[in-house]
């Protein structure tokens, strides 16, 4: 996934160590945190899911105008407990 765009959703970016970040970024990862210090809105995430390859969401919704909306998405990392944001049925 070298050169591939990472979203990082907030409050995982807040809450994880930079060493984390630092080691996608080694990896070769544009990594792209979210820091608004809330959750993103649905629409919020629309506007940045393009072109990403990996999200890393915290409780950002990942539902179908979500998961239709990334034209690159390979891999949909959830940061917490559970997937109650997360369409499961969308994401197959």
């Given amino acids: 996934m070298k050169g591939k765009r990472v979203l990082v959703g907030s409050p995982a970016f807040g809450k994880s160590s930079p060493a984390v970040f630092q080691r996608l970024a080694d990896a070769g990862l544009d990594v792209t945190p979210l820091t608004l210090g809330r959750c993103y809105t649905e629409e919020e995430v629309l506007e940045r899911i393009p072109g990403v390859a990996a999200l890393i969401s ?3 919704p990942v539902n179908e105008r979500v998961l ?3 034209d690159q998405l390979q891999v949909v990392s959830r940061y917490g407990v559970g997937f ?6 969308a994401a197959k």
């Avoid at 109650?84 to 049925?89: A, F, Q, R, T, Y």
């Fill in 58 to 60: 915290g409780l950002e």
């Fill in 68 to 70: 239709d909306a990334a």
């Fill in 84 to 89: 109650d944001n997360v369409d499961l049925e």
